[in-house]
């Protein structure tokens, strides 16, 4: 849903298989509360698409 996501997956998904699903979100031009969305779409006519909600706080700046 924002420009700056960007999802990284494996083009194939055996059925009933598993993978891991990196979401990168460029962040630097963002600040307070975010939230978007990913999209992911399978061919699986059960399950043709799963929508991951995500959210977070930005700080203004990094702090250890």
Known sequence: S???LL???SPVISPGGAVEAVVYWKTSKLS?????SVLLSFADD???QVSLALQGF????YRE
């Not at 307070?32 to 978007?36: A, L, Q, T």
């Not at 930005?58 to 700046?61: A, S």
């Open 2 to 4: 924002d420009p700056g």
């Open 46 to 48: 059960a399950h043709p």
């Open 7 to 9: 999802a990284r997956v």
């Open 58 to 61: 930005i700080l203004d700046t």
């Open 32 to 36: 307070g509360n975010v939230s978007g």
